[in-house]
């Protein structure tokens, strides 16, 4: 089954910064170790809100929002998907980097997969 862990914004990464050399070394070596396990599924990192827009649909019609977007704590600057027997272990209670952050994790559901998906 798959899991979705979704890494929230923070001031720094709504400002363009990229994060410290030690905390890319530590994404990048999870997600080495989430591909050498056969776990890694997908990972990447997305660019602030002022690159982004937002589609709503209301009564059939479709209006197109520009960002930057001033929810940032309900923004995603990244996100990584596991292949795993089950989220909680021994991937899922484990996040890419030690910098203050919150990540959460969620169950896919797949609509072209088996059922068990």
């Not at 979705?4 to 997600?31: C, F, I, N, R, W």
Request: net charge positive.
């Amino acid at each position: 089954m798959r899991f979705a862990m979704l890494v929230k914004t923070t001031a720094s990464s709504e400002a363009g910064e990229m994060p410290g050399e030690e905390s890319l070394a530590e994404v990048v070596a999870y997600h080495e170790k989430l591909a050498r396990a056969g776990a890694l599924y997908d990972a990447s990192g997305f660019h602030p809100t002022r690159e982004a827009w937002r589609i709503r649909y209301s009564r059939g019609t479709r209006t197109v929002v520009d960002g930057p977007f001033e929810e940032s704590d309900e923004q995603v600057a990244g996100y990584t998907i596991i292949d795993v027997a089950s989220g909680r272990r021994p991937w899922g209670g484990r996040c890419a980097s030690r910098a203050p952050r919150t990540a959460r994790t969620r169950k896919a559901r797949s609509r072209f997969a088996s059922s068990s998906s």
